[in-house]
C-alpha cells in the first residue's frame, strides 16, 4: 500500500524566495511520484514525475524535485517564487494498483 | 485538442435527487477514474474503470454509481443515499492501467440547495 505526507498545509513566501514543499511517501513496492499543481476551480496538472534513473528531476515552470530514497522523501523546490505560482500542490505516489494523494499545500506568494 | 472534458462545471442538487456528472475523453485512455475534493483532505478515489465495461469501487464509493459502456466516456451519478454530495469532483484518465501520469479533467462543483 501506498501513502502521502505532505508536511504543512499552507506555506507562505515572498516573492524572489526559495520555495520548499515538503512530501514524505511510503511504499511497498518501488514507487512513482507526483508533483501536480491545481489552480482555483481547475483540475490538477502535473509539473514533474519521477519513475526511474536520475534522482533530481526538473519539471515545468522553474519547479524541481529529489527523490530521497534512504529518507522516503519527495520535496519540491523553486529557487525563486513569482506570482503566478500561487497555487495548491499536490504530493503523489503510484505503486503497482493505485495513485495516493497527499492533502496537499496551498502556496501563497507575497509582493 | 486532446484532453478531458467535464459537465456541467456547476452542478445543484435537491435533497433527494439523483445527479449525473459527465467525464469524456478524447485521449484514446483505457483507464479513468473519479475523485472527490474537499477542503484539507486532498483527492479520495471514488470508482475506477480499468477497460470498457468494467469498473471497481475506490475507497469512498458509497452513494456513488458510475458506467463505462464506451472507451471516452465514464459517467458519476450522485444518488440521494450519498448524504454529504457538496464537494469538487474530478475525473482523470490514464493511458493504461499502470504507473502513470493522470490527465485531469477541469472538475465540477456540486452544491445542494
Known amino acids: 500500500a501506498q501513502s502521502v505526507t505532505q508536511l504543512g498545509s499552507h506555506v507562505s513566501v515572498s516573492e524572489g524566495a526559495l520555495v520548499l514543499l515538503r512530501c514524505n511517501y511510503s511504499s511497498s513496492v518501488p514507487p512513482y511520484l507526483f508533483w501536480y499543481v491545481q489552480y482555483p476551480n481547475q483540475g490538477l496538472q502535473l509539473l514533474l514525475k519521477y519513475t526511474t534513473g536520475a534522482t533530481l528531476v526538473k519539471g515545468i515552470n522553474g519547479f524541481e524535485a529529489e527523490f530521497k530514497k534512504s529518507e522516503t522523501s519527495f520535496h519540491l523546490t523553486k529557487p525563486s517564487a513569482h506570482m503566478s505560482d500561487a497555487a495548491e500542490y499536490f504530493c503523489a505516489v503510484s505503486g503497482a494498483n493505485d495513485m495516493r494523494f497527499g492533502a496537499g499545500t496551498r502556496l501563497t506568494v507575497k509582493p | 485538442d486532446g484532453g478531458i472534458t467535464q459537465s456541467p462545471k456547476y452542478l445543484f442538487r435537491k435533497e433527494g435527487q439523483n445527479v449525473t456528472l459527465s467525464c469524456e475523453q478524447n485521449?484514446?485512455?483505457?483507464?479513468m477514474y473519479w475523485y472527490r475534493q474537499d477542503p484539507g483532505q486532498g483527492l479520495r478515489l471514488i470508482y475506477y474503470s480499468q477497460i470498457v465495461n468494467d469498473f471497481q469501487k475506490g475507497d469512498i464509493a458509497e452513494g456513488y454509481s458510475v458506467s463505462r459502456e464506451k472507451k471516452e466516456s465514464f459517467p458519476l451519478t450522485v444518488t440521494s443515499a450519498q448524504k454529504n454530495p457538496t464537494a469538487f469532483y474530478l475525473c482523470?484518465?490514464?493511458?493504461?492501467?499502470?504507473?502513470?501520469?493522470?490527465?485531469f479533467g477541469p472538475g465540477t462543483r456540486l452544491l445542494v440547495l
Open positions: 482523470a484518465s490514464t493511458m493504461t492501467w499502470k504507473q502513470e501520469t493522470q490527465y
Open positions: 485521449l484514446n485512455h483505457d483507464a
